[in-house]
């Protein structure tokens, strides 16, 4: 049975040693978050992890959740853990004070998810597409939403959901058939089926809030086929009182079935149908634009900020989901290699009174172990930093500084969704396949992190459609702004560490990742625009070359630290001496990758493209 | 529910167009393998395998093997599927004419499996397993085990088994502690535990024949702690009179239990109990030697070459089981990505009239599916090329040509066995990935795929310790030879090819992943003696540059044929010039990933190693 420990000493060290978090006074609630107050929480939320969610994972998976009777009900434990879970307060850690929540910074919050993650990510999804939608309905709904509903959601009475899929379309959402119509009393009718809604039901609490995108057909009943009448929408499970908040009745939505699924199956994915639902428009008053000839009209859609910053939240919750299962992957990898006995080291013996030596001894075990656990630190350190920047975008004095945070946190958010939930499979792999054969027993819960992963690649935008992104849209807006943005940050600290000699293992490599970032870049302006097929066929790998190289950009960082650090003599320094092995083995093991991405990148679409799609 | 379509074109291709074995009359069997003959057979094959097998893979994972008093039952229509299967001849492709086989070569024989696997590998782990337990029974068995055990195992009517690994112990057997003491009769009492017994116990067949390995004690009742006295056992489940042939009673074998694995559900993956079980010791009389002061001594151990033939014809059998998923999940990526509609080319629509264009318009799901069969088609290539080496080693008479067969086949092996099944996994999760949200879902099958291809990776010895035995062994051993001979080959062929203009896409990416290889070699001669760490650090990249050059070199001469037929003009020029666009992309977008492996190859043990194991 695997186990779990929360990396707390990594994250403090991110926090208060490469971020110091502390001495951001300008920025909103950081000033409280002291290194003790840091460490509390930190330290609450891992034993809540540890203690009550990781025990329940297993159990998960191989009960799945059931629907017998038009009732879901979740795992053995689940409910009475999410009970926990909100009686702790980790429901509200970054939810409003208004409503009662702890109003902590994302940079806390995702530290926290990626712990909730590791131990059970089938369980933590309920509570975290719960805090998406309730924060999504904090930034559209009306007043008594935000008191009765949001308030009932960060206390964990009712759950909530994001229902944007539909059978035949789930990226092109242009050919949405899900339609809400308007009642005289302002409300909608929605009618359509959703699928793929995690958390969509279950026996956990007793009202569930949908959020919902439909669109609101023409004068003439038929649904546009392009974006212009697509509106977001609140739909209760139970429908609720304005006036009191108490639930009045059950609403149109009734769940059709949940599916069977390779992993996260402590997770209920249903499919809901929805029948005349009631359902509340959000967005407030549609905004108007003044058209070519100079009429003032009413747009047809509302709300969809909201939807779209739950949906960026989101992808930022799966890239870090890919870190977490990494992180618990890799922890049971070395465990495992450490106790298995198999063998002498190539260089004799290593444990001579033993009957063989532990398997830790083989270089290519260790290079498993240490892939992984490199891409972890690495990622974790990025995705931090990236939280962060959320903060700086919407609160620092400074509007450059805002700028700037709000181009790069935009410029990493895909890389973050799709890079990191690769590495994290590929760390999920490593480890099960550091177990050998015992790997693929289900006992042993290797094989159920390389499956929980998998979906991590898929949902919430498929990793090539976040590629994509990337190269089409992310790398462009406003004339590559965020872009060279990014670039002068990694431009700037290799100047700045150029002539330092112990850097020099660092800044090189980095410097050889960072050219071939400009060379992808520099391949796409001028031939992307020619052949936007180009763009496609290069995409998926200049997102490896990016986050590969972003990674390098924070183990070069973390190393110039971890040598500072020694040099001062504090702190511990077997961690700081295992931060520079593990910046050293990216440097030396995954830069080189880049020199092939970036061939590949530049060899054009027309390899791709050439052959029919009937001679496939 | 997925499909597959048994590729027989492209093995009729490759039999006639690419080895043209009928020319081959000089090897046994050979020249009846005329095209009729050949297709006759693998159309034969196809349709058993579509008809039969394919439909039973789902039913096999979702209900799996049941373990309920002592008794082990196969999935809903396995048991009459494996009737039909021998009914139809399949089970003796390649048994010895004597005992009633159809003495095929493996060339056909590696081609039908193909076909099994994909359509069903848990299936057809049970015949193909115990097909390799009767040859290795026919190599090393006494007369009445020919004439009334392999003659029942050929015929379907008993099944066979391969038992080696323990619980404590796979990869090293030095470690194993099951015994066999000698009796006054010859035979010995065999009592032990083995684990990850694929079709262990069944209720298929009425008897099973366990061939397994184990350690004779010492006369102090000792187990040695090498592999000296180890041996090569035959152990019937029940009980055999060697006069008739005839079951008498059951044998001292029980099944302790099934594991619960992540794939291949439909096989029964069992804990053997051995308790004093009657088993027939295998090899004929041990062979004597000579130790340095003189004496003649016994061997202590026999009919290990027979286990060793065993585990390589199943480590080719294995990366044959990586071709076949990847097929298969091609197969079924190409149909999905051509029906699902959804967003638009990027370079205009292609389907006006729909709602969206068919997803295969997107560069990246072409990269996805292409980089699937350039793969399987190169790869299916070099098995089938190696399996007709395992007939020219055997049976050329060129004792030239004899020797450079074996050395290449065993250079090739472990590439095929671990390459070949990471690159099967990756396909697997390549087309799963083109379904999106859909192949996360039991129903559509994709994600089936990606569970079993996983095992591939894992059993006949994991895929670092193939990468081990390549560099280790293979590559050094007598010299350096296979290598040395290999090298000579693609030498060959570049020289042969570098004047033609319409070759060169294909001779310069030849050649610079040739060079690569090289380099490899050289590095491993000049540090691996240093401090054999190196070696091991290196041997999983150096596999990698290995496979992917030895995959070039079939889709380099796979062009050059494809060139010629299409200047012929006969023959099916879309077949031919598929070929040439496969034979670019593994040029253009494969050979780059080279550079980056040749280059961390040469990075060396040291970053590897530094981190003491409790730093982990």
Redesign the interface.
């Known amino acids: 049975m695997p186990s779990y420990k929360a990396p707390v000493d990594d994250m403090m060290f991110l926090l208060h040693e490469f971020l110091e978090i502390e001495k951001r006074e300008d920025l909103p609630g950081f000033a409280d978050l002291t290194p003790d107050m840091t460490r509390a929480i930190l330290e609450g939320g891992a034993k809540f992890c540890e203690e009550v969610l990781q025990p329940l994972n297993q159990i998960g998976d191989e009960e799945g959740c059931t629907f017998e009777n038009g009732v879901v009900r979740t795992p053995t434990g689940f409910k009475e853990a999410f009970k926990q879970y909100c009686e702790g307060g980790w429901n509200k850690l970054g939810a409003p004070e208004e409503v009662g929540g702890a109003d902590l910074p994302s940079v806390i919050t995702f530290a926290f998810s990626e712990m909730g993650s590791s131990s059970n990510q089938a369980f933590s999804m309920y509570p975290g597409l719960s805090s998406a939608a309730y924060s999504a309905l904090w930034a559209t709904g009306e007043d008594w939403m935000k008191k009765h509903v949001v308030s009932k959601m960060v206390e964990g009475e009712w759950t909530g959901t994001m229902c944007l899929?539909e059978p035949?379309?789930?990226?092109?959402l242009?050919?949405m058939k899900t339609r809400a119509v308007e009642q005289e009393d302002g409300t909608y009718r929605l009618s359509g089926t959703k699928?793929?809604i995690s958390g969509g039901d279950h026996d956990m609490t007793d009202n569930i809030i949908h959020m919902v995108i439909a669109k609101i057909p023409g004068e003439d009943g038929k649904l546009a086929?392009d974006l212009s009448t697509v509106n977001f929408f609140m739909v209760p499970k139970m429908l609720i009182d304005p006036e009191t908040g108490k639930i009045t009745q059950r609403n149109g939505v009734s769940t059709g079935s949940i599916?069977?699924?390779?992993?996260i199956k402590g997770n209920a994915t249903c499919v809901l149908n929805f029948d005349e639902a009631v359902a509340y428009r959000l967005g407030g008053r549609p905004s108007t634009k003044k058209t070519e000839d100079g009429k003032v009209v009413k747009s047809k859609s509302a709300g969809m900020a909201g939807m779209f910053g739950m949906m960026n939240g989101a992808r930022m919750g799966v890239g870090i989901q890919g870190i977490a299962v990494g992180e618990v992957a890799y922890q049971n990898g070395?465990a495992y290699?450490?106790e298995r006995?198999?063998?002498r080291?190539?260089?004799g013996p290593k444990n001579p009174d033993g009957?063989?030596d532990?398997i830790?001894?083989?270089?290519?075990?260790?290079?498993?172990?240490?892939s992984s656990?490199a891409f972890v630190e690495g990622a974790r350190a990025l995705a931090f930093w990236v939280s962060m920047l959320f903060t700086v975008a919407r609160s620092a004095k400074d509007e450059t500084e805002r700028q700037e945070a709000e181009d790069i946190s935009q410029l990493m958010t895909p890389i973050i969704k799709a890079y990191f939930t690769d590495r994290g499979f590929e760390a999920a792999?490593a480890s099960?396949?550091v177990f050998?054969?015992h790997?693929?027993?289900?006992?042993h819960g290797m094989?159920q992190f390389?499956?929980d992963a998998?979906?991590n690649?898929?949902?919430e935008g498929?990793?090539?459609i976040q590629?994509?992104d990337l190269v089409?849209r992310k790398m462009t807006s406003k004339g590559g702004r965020a872009t060279l943005t990014f670039f002068g940050k990694i431009d700037a600290f290799i100047k700045a560490n150029e002539n330092d000699a112990e850097m020099k293992p660092f800044i090189e490599p980095l410097r050889t990742g960072y050219k071939r970032m400009g060379e992808c870049a520099g391949w796409l302006m001028n031939n992307a625009p020619k052949?936007?097929?180009n763009?496609?066929?290069a995409?998926?790998d200049v997102m490896n070359v990016f986050g590969t190289v972003a990674l390098a950009f924070m183990w070069a960082q973390m190393a110039k630290l971890s040598l500072a650090k020694l040099k001062e003599g504090t702190g511990n320094a077997?961690f700081y001496n295992?931060k520079l092995?593990l910046a050293?083995?990216w440097m030396?093991?995954e830069i080189?990758?880049?020199?092939?991405?970036t061939?590949?990148a530049q060899?054009g679409?027309e390899?791709?493209?050439?052959?029919a799609?009937?001679?496939?």
Chains 1, 2 share one sequence.
Request: glycine fraction near 10%; charge should be positive; include cysteine.
């Open positions: 899929t035949h379309c789930g990226t092109d242009k050919l699928i793929f086929d599916e069977k699924k390779m992993g070395v290699a450490n006995l198999a063998g080291s190539l260089t009957p063989a532990p830790m001894v083989f270089p290519d075990v260790r290079r498993l172990l240490l656990r792999n099960m396949q050998g054969g790997g693929y027993i289900r006992d094989e390389v499956r998998r979906i690649q898929v949902y498929a990793n090539g590629a994509l089409g052949n936007f097929d763009a496609g066929a995409s998926y077997e295992r092995t050293r083995y030396e093991r080189p990758m880049t020199a092939a991405w061939e590949r060899a679409s390899g791709l493209m050439e052959l799609a009937a001679n496939f």
